[in-house]
């Protein structure tokens, strides 16, 4: 994913950036808790395509203090 790309999406539910996961081809937000897919290096950024993100998917946006 472009970085300069990364850095002008935004979440179309909440406004909030995204955080591209590669091993998953997923754009994530924290505030609405979606994952978007990536196809083709393409976001895909519809509500209607995306899905919740798991307790377990939620727990790596988590960002430890240090």
């Known amino acids: 994913m472009d970085p300069k790309l990364l850095e002008l999406l935004r979440c179309p539910q909440s406004g909030a950036p995204l955080v591209y996961w590669s091993e998953s081809a ?35 946006l988590v960002v430890p203090s240090a």
């Open 26 to 60: 997923l754009l994530v937000c924290a505030l609405s808790k979606r994952a978007y897919p990536v196809i083709d290096g393409i976001p895909v950024l519809l509500i209607a395509e995306s899905r919740m993100l798991s307790s377990e998917e939620l727990q790596r």
